[in-house]
């Protein structure tokens, strides 16, 4: 029998706190940088993610979602995120809005040298639970993080480190308390200038995403089947302009730990495009 | 060759560089500007600075880590107001280049 894993609505949200930023090294990893003052950012996705057993049963989902962001000021950046899921499983398919997410980064450091640049930003996310289906967690969920970025000439790295507390106000109407989320993630990248003006450049990218969930609860006690741990690591690319980015990454689980009969995660694709004014 | 001479001092002494050869001389001056990292950096930093009374175009290169501002003809430009504007984009202001 397909267990539709109950951290989906979990798993889909760390999928799109994406990165948002123009300056991040990587594609699903945000940097500890804010753009400037006044810059607007919309992204766009189309994701992939499966979840298949050994003999190839199992289930699909394809995310697009939509970012906003914007320059508040030089030291703060607000975003907003909302996304649209397809899932393919067993024959049936169901799609959906999932939550809405506003998040808020703030510039904590950001040094400047003719050498290096760092940066450190804390963020703060708040999910409004009005996502369709099962593609919303039907609770009110936050998280903090903070990111670091260092660039170096055209080498950048970035790292995130991100807490979810999901169920806030406590359990969904059917009672089940669902699990909290940690993300630890880094980025590495490279800029090659396309041409003498520096006008264009492509990026290869590689990251490495950890992410664990723990299992939900009902009555106190874990509910079979909910929790688990995952390691990606994701090859990809960056074509970057001053006012759009095209970005591919394949991402490819190196190890993970489910319950009960969870289903593994399978290889999957992120394509995206960033618009910048 | 007494024009290329009064040309070539012009230079030397430091004075602005203009864009010859056009109906009304246009200054061009050239900035460190520290921070930049890809060419989605350029569009902010442009935004920002293009809107300073005065200044007709502004092009940045993260890769050379300049930016080059065309001035209106006729028009001057603050310092402190550049470095504000940089500073606005998340960048690090340097030297003044040319």
Redesign the interface.
């Known amino acids: 029998m397909l267990t539709i894993h109950r951290a989906a609505p979990w798993a889909l949200a760390a999928l799109v706190l994406a990165s948002h930023g123009a300056s991040a090294a990587g594609i699903s990893v945000d940097a500890g940088l804010t753009p400037p003052e006044d810059r607007w950012i919309i992204r766009t996705q189309l994701r992939t993610m499966r979840r298949a057993d050994d003999a190839g049963s199992g289930m699909t989902t394809f995310t697009v979602p939509v970012v906003l962001v914007y320059g508040l000021r030089p030291d703060l950046t607000v975003l907003a995120r909302l996304a649209y899921a397809r899932r393919d499983a067993g024959g049936a398919s169901m799609n959906g809005f999932t939550d809405l997410r506003l998040l808020a980064k703030y510039r904590l450091l950001r040094l400047n040298t003719r050498e290096f640049t760092i940066g450190l930003a804390p963020v703060l996310s708040l999910e409004l639970p009005v996502g369709q289906a099962s593609f919303g967690s039907h609770t009110w969920d936050g998280s903090a993080g903070i990111f670091l970025s260092g660039r170096h000439g055209p080498w950048g790295v970035d790292l995130n480190l991100s807490y979810s507390v999901n169920g806030l106000g406590g359990p969904d109407p059917d009672g089940t308390d669902p699990g909290d989320q940690l993300t630890v993630d880094v980025a590495f990248a490279r800029q090659i200038s396309l041409d003498a003006d520096a006008a264009g450049a492509l990026a290869p990218v590689l990251e490495l995403s950890y992410a664990r969930t723990w299992p939900d609860k009902e009555d106190g006690a874990d509910t079979p089947g909910t929790g688990e741990g995952t390691v990606l690591l994701s090859p990809g690319f960056k074509l970057s302009f001053s006012s759009w980015f095209f970005e591919a990454l394949l991402q490819i689980p190196v190890w993970s730990e489910t319950s009960g009969t969870s289903l593994p995660r399978r290889p999957g694709v992120i394509l995206g495009i960033r618009l910048l004014h | 060759m007494v024009v290329l001479a009064l040309a070539l001092s012009g230079c030397a002494s430091g004075a602005p560089h203009r864009v010859a050869g056009t109906q009304t001389d246009a200054e061009v001056r050239v900035y ?1 500007v ?2 930049m ?12 600075v293009g809107r300073l009374p005065g200044v007709a175009r502004a092009t940045a ?5 300049r930016l080059t501002i065309t001035l209106a003809p006729g028009a001057t430009l603050e310092e402190d107001a550049l470095q504000d504007a940089i ?6 202001p ?1 030297q003044r280049l040319r």
């Open positions: 460190e520290f921070g990292d890809c060419p989605g950096c350029h569009g902010g930093l442009e935004k920002l290169n993260w890769e050379a880590q500073r606005r984009a998340n960048f690090t340097g």
